[in-house]
């Protein structure tokens, strides 16, 4: 193995795949899917490739990217991944 290099696929994929297409479906206009294409079988086949598809937001699904993206970056992850509990403001 080179370095640098994942030892498998469920590494790549947790560790590569999965928090790029959360990122880019948080923080983008639009919706990301990535496809693992296998030969042999869903499961255990051999990894042939990937098939992306995307497609444009909604109205109100961009209006929330908006409002992600004009508050801090800190804790962006948190929010992203839904960790974090809204607190509402008593006047």
């Known amino acids: 193995m080179e370095k640098g290099q994942y030892p498998g696929f469920p590494q790549l994929k947790q560790k590569v795949l999965a928090p790029a ?11 990301v899917e990535i496809d693992v294409i296998r030969e042999g079988g869903l499961l255990r086949g051999k990894l042939a490739g990937f098939r992306l598809h995307w497609e444009k937001k909604e109205r109100e699904a961009w209006h929330q990217v908006l409002k ?18 809204k607190i509402g403001m008593i006047v």
């Open 21 to 31: 297409v959360m990122e880019v479906n948080a923080l983008s206009d639009f919706t």
């Open 68 to 85: 992600e993206l004009h508050q801090p970056r800190i804790g962006r992850r948190a929010r992203i991944e839904g960790r974090v509990d």
